[in-house]
Protein backbone atom coordinates (compact mmCIF):
# COMPACT_ATOMS: atom_id res chain seq x y z
CA UNK A 1 0.00 0.00 0.00
CA UNK A 2 1.53 3.56 -0.61
CA UNK A 3 2.20 6.03 1.67
CA UNK A 4 0.49 9.39 1.17
CA UNK A 5 -0.96 12.34 2.53
CA UNK A 6 -2.80 14.85 0.68
CA UNK A 7 -3.65 18.26 1.67
CA UNK A 8 -6.97 20.19 -0.59
CA UNK A 9 -9.31 22.46 0.18
CA UNK A 10 -13.16 23.55 -0.40
CA UNK A 11 -13.35 27.05 -0.09
CA UNK A 12 -10.89 28.21 1.87
CA UNK A 13 -7.02 28.27 1.40
CA UNK A 14 -5.14 25.66 2.62
CA UNK A 15 -3.71 27.71 6.18
CA UNK A 16 -0.02 29.20 5.49
CA UNK A 17 0.65 27.99 9.14
CA UNK A 18 1.03 24.31 7.73
CA UNK A 19 4.16 23.19 6.53
CA UNK A 20 2.73 20.29 4.57
CA UNK A 21 5.75 18.36 4.20
CA UNK A 22 6.99 18.42 7.99
CA UNK A 23 2.99 17.56 8.76
CA UNK A 24 3.21 14.37 6.57
CA UNK A 25 6.25 13.35 7.71
CA UNK A 26 4.89 13.86 11.73
CA UNK A 27 1.31 11.90 10.51
CA UNK A 28 4.17 8.90 9.85
CA UNK A 29 6.03 8.88 12.42
CA UNK A 30 2.73 8.99 14.98
CA UNK A 31 1.18 6.26 13.12
CA UNK A 32 4.42 4.49 13.70
CA UNK A 33 4.40 5.40 17.24
CA UNK A 34 0.88 3.26 17.17
CA UNK A 35 2.41 0.29 15.37
CA UNK A 36 0.84 1.47 12.01
CA UNK A 37 1.86 1.85 8.69
CA UNK A 38 0.94 5.29 6.82
CA UNK A 39 -1.51 4.24 3.59
CA UNK A 40 -3.51 7.26 2.15
CA UNK A 41 -4.71 10.22 4.40
CA UNK A 42 -6.49 13.50 2.53
CA UNK A 43 -7.08 16.40 4.80
CA UNK A 44 -9.91 18.48 2.85
CA UNK A 45 -10.26 21.95 4.62
CA UNK A 46 -13.40 23.44 4.84
CA UNK A 47 -15.20 26.35 6.16
CA UNK A 48 -18.24 26.15 8.79
CA UNK A 49 -21.10 25.53 6.27
CA UNK A 50 -19.28 23.16 4.45
CA UNK A 51 -18.37 20.79 7.85
CA UNK A 52 -21.98 21.64 8.82
CA UNK A 53 -23.33 19.81 5.59
CA UNK A 54 -20.88 16.90 6.07
CA UNK A 55 -22.01 16.30 9.74
CA UNK A 56 -25.88 16.57 8.41
CA UNK A 57 -25.31 14.04 5.07
CA UNK A 58 -23.27 11.51 6.45
CA UNK A 59 -23.27 11.67 10.37
CA UNK A 60 -26.96 12.63 10.58
CA UNK A 61 -25.14 15.70 13.33
CA UNK A 62 -26.68 19.13 13.20
CA UNK A 63 -23.77 21.11 14.47
CA UNK A 64 -20.75 22.61 13.49
CA UNK A 65 -17.24 20.56 14.67
CA UNK A 66 -13.72 21.36 13.90
CA UNK A 67 -12.72 17.66 12.46
CA UNK A 68 -14.62 14.86 11.18
CA UNK A 69 -12.89 11.81 9.58
CA UNK A 70 -13.89 9.22 7.36
CA UNK A 71 -12.17 5.67 8.35
CA UNK A 72 -11.02 3.52 5.66
CA UNK A 73 -8.51 1.43 7.66
CA UNK A 74 -7.82 -2.18 6.98
CA UNK A 75 -5.53 -3.85 9.63
CA UNK A 76 -2.46 -1.74 10.31
CA UNK A 77 -2.66 0.02 7.64
CA UNK A 78 -4.13 3.55 8.01
CA UNK A 79 -6.12 5.58 5.29
CA UNK A 80 -9.22 8.22 5.64
CA UNK A 81 -10.50 11.30 4.86
CA UNK A 82 -10.47 14.21 7.37
CA UNK A 83 -12.66 17.27 7.07
CA UNK A 84 -11.39 20.17 9.28
CA UNK A 85 -12.96 23.33 9.31
CA UNK A 86 -10.78 26.27 9.25
CA UNK A 87 -13.64 28.46 10.91
CA UNK A 88 -13.95 26.03 13.53
CA UNK A 89 -10.15 25.68 14.73
CA UNK A 90 -9.61 29.41 14.56
CA UNK A 91 -12.95 29.88 16.77
CA UNK A 92 -11.34 27.07 19.01
CA UNK A 93 -8.28 28.79 19.29
CA UNK A 94 -9.56 32.40 20.35
CA UNK A 95 -12.05 30.27 23.31
CA UNK A 96 -8.88 28.35 24.33
CA UNK A 97 -6.94 31.62 24.20
CA UNK A 98 -4.13 29.59 21.91
CA UNK A 99 -2.39 30.40 18.61
CA UNK A 100 -3.84 29.56 15.80
CA UNK A 101 -1.32 27.19 14.56
CA UNK A 102 -0.68 25.08 17.95
CA UNK A 103 -4.61 24.17 17.14
CA UNK A 104 -4.87 23.64 13.69
CA UNK A 105 -1.81 21.02 14.67
CA UNK A 106 -4.02 19.72 17.49
CA UNK A 107 -7.01 19.15 15.06
CA UNK A 108 -4.73 17.41 12.29
CA UNK A 109 -3.24 15.21 14.81
CA UNK A 110 -6.39 14.44 16.13
CA UNK A 111 -7.75 12.56 13.15
CA UNK A 112 -4.64 10.52 12.35
CA UNK A 113 -5.06 9.50 16.17
CA UNK A 114 -8.67 8.20 15.43
CA UNK A 115 -7.77 6.27 12.48
CA UNK A 116 -4.85 4.69 15.50
CA UNK A 117 -7.86 3.87 17.30
CA UNK A 118 -7.92 6.04 20.43
CA UNK A 119 -11.66 6.93 21.04
CA UNK A 120 -13.08 10.13 22.82
CA UNK A 121 -16.75 9.61 23.22
CA UNK A 122 -16.48 7.27 26.12
CA UNK A 123 -16.15 7.42 30.10
CA UNK A 124 -12.27 8.57 30.35
CA UNK A 125 -11.18 8.66 27.00
CA UNK A 126 -11.41 12.00 26.13
CA UNK A 127 -8.40 12.34 29.14
CA UNK A 128 -6.28 9.98 26.60
CA UNK A 129 -7.08 11.31 23.47
CA UNK A 130 -6.13 14.51 25.00
CA UNK A 131 -2.70 13.02 26.35
CA UNK A 132 -1.72 11.65 22.77
CA UNK A 133 -2.28 14.74 21.58
CA UNK A 134 -0.26 16.17 23.64
CA UNK A 135 2.79 13.58 23.08
CA UNK A 136 1.89 14.18 19.31
CA UNK A 137 2.32 18.11 19.52
CA UNK A 138 5.38 17.64 21.74
CA UNK A 139 6.82 15.44 18.91
CA UNK A 140 6.29 17.76 16.58
CA UNK A 141 7.70 20.69 18.50
CA UNK A 142 11.45 18.28 18.50
CA UNK A 143 10.79 17.70 14.50
CA UNK A 144 10.52 21.51 14.45
CA UNK A 145 13.96 22.26 16.42
CA UNK A 146 15.92 19.62 14.95
CA UNK A 147 15.24 21.69 11.41
CA UNK A 148 16.31 24.61 12.88
Known amino acids: ?9 EGVQIPAALNQAMVSEWVECVA ?7 GRVTYIFVGD ?28 HISGDL ?42 EREVMEAAENRALALLASMNNEQK
Open 1 to 9: MNSSVTFLS
Open 32 to 38: RSYAKEL
Open 49 to 76: ERILEVNRQFLGHDYYTDIITFDYTEGK
Open 83 to 124: FISLDTVRSNAEQLGVPYGNELHRVVIHGILHLCGINDKGPG
